[in-house]
């Protein structure tokens, strides 16, 4: 099943690449697929400017990060983080905003909203973010929607940092242009649900992960049906 879904992939890649092919503005507008995408940029903060990089490059401590999230459909965003101090955090939506989490296609979303809301701190290692995405509003318990927006549970175990990787710069990118980068960090399937996230019907959907250049992008050949979970690693000294 699983070399069946990966010559699937890649055949809707292969589609996928040779239509961005013949689009001039490809990299500035988003693609039009049959499925759905999302793309992810990260910028970080030099001086007073906001400055695209790498999503996988290796952040100092101190650093400060936000993110840019956009779509090609309307939906819902819910962003969580877990620090290498195993701090939790609620990045997406703010509670001073009413608690919107409603996204149109083609609108570009800051994550967080603020400039001091996420700065990189902790021992070094991978922030773990979670991106949960769905096509329609979320119901409660009572059968209401409302907004879409349902409060997530807090982490059962507060204070306890997740597994953890030791960032690793890789040789033949930082040799061509100077960057340190992790090949682990940026966005990807989860490895291991948290517990609060336990109950939302994720992986009942393929989900593609790619990267372009300065952004990750996270693509369905098929319109999503359903609320989908992935994890951003953001790594750190």
């Given at each position: 099943m699983a070399g069946l879904r990966s010559r699937v992939f890649a055949g809707w890649l292969a589609c996928t690449v040779l239509?961005?092919?013949?689009?001039?503005?490809?990299?500035?507008?988003?693609?039009?697929?049959?499925?759905?995408?999302?793309?992810?940029?990260?910028?970080?903060?030099?001086?007073?400017?906001?400055?695209?990089?790498?999503?996988?490059?290796?952040?100092?401590?101190g650093d400060r990060?936000?993110?840019?999230?956009?779509?090609?459909?309307?939906?819902?965003?819910?962003?969580?983080?877990?620090?290498?101090?195993?701090?939790?955090?609620?990045?997406?939506?703010?509670?001073?905003?009413?608690?919107?989490?409603?996204?149109?296609?083609?609108?570009?979303?800051?994550?967080?909203?603020?400039?001091?809301?996420f700065r990189v701190?902790?021992?070094?290692?991978?922030?773990?973010?979670?991106?949960?995405?769905?096509?329609?509003?979320?119901?409660s318990e009572d059968g209401?929607?409302?907004s879409g927006y349902i409060p997530l549970p807090e982490p059962p175990q507060q204070g306890v940092a997740p597994p953890n990787m030791t960032p690793r710069c890789d040789d033949t990118v930082f040799r061509a242009?100077?960057?340190?980068?992790?090949p682990a960090a940026g966005a990807r399937e989860l490895d291991v649900v948290p517990p609060n996230l336990a109950g939302i019907p994720s992986g009942k959907q393929d989900l593609m992960f790619m990267r372009e250049e300065n952004k990750a992008v996270i693509a369905t050949p098929e319109p999503l049906h359903g609320p989908v979970v992935y994890e951003f690693l953001l790594a750190h000294k």
């Open positions: 239509a961005a092919l013949g689009t001039a503005q490809t990299k500035t507008k988003t693609l039009s697929v049959a499925g759905n995408r999302m793309e992810i940029q990260v910028e970080r903060l030099a001086g007073d400017k906001w400055v695209t990089v790498d999503p996988a490059l290796i952040f100092d401590r990060v936000r993110f840019r999230f956009r779509t090609n459909f309307d939906g819902y965003l819910y962003v969580t983080n877990i620090s290498t101090s195993g701090s939790y955090a609620l990045l997406f939506p703010r509670p001073d905003t009413g608690e919107q989490n409603r996204i149109r296609a083609g609108t570009e979303y800051v994550v967080p909203e603020t400039q001091t809301r701190a902790g021992p070094a290692g991978h922030e773990t973010l979670y991106w949960i995405v769905s096509p329609t509003a979320w119901r209401g929607s409302h242009r100077g960057d340190c980068v992790d």
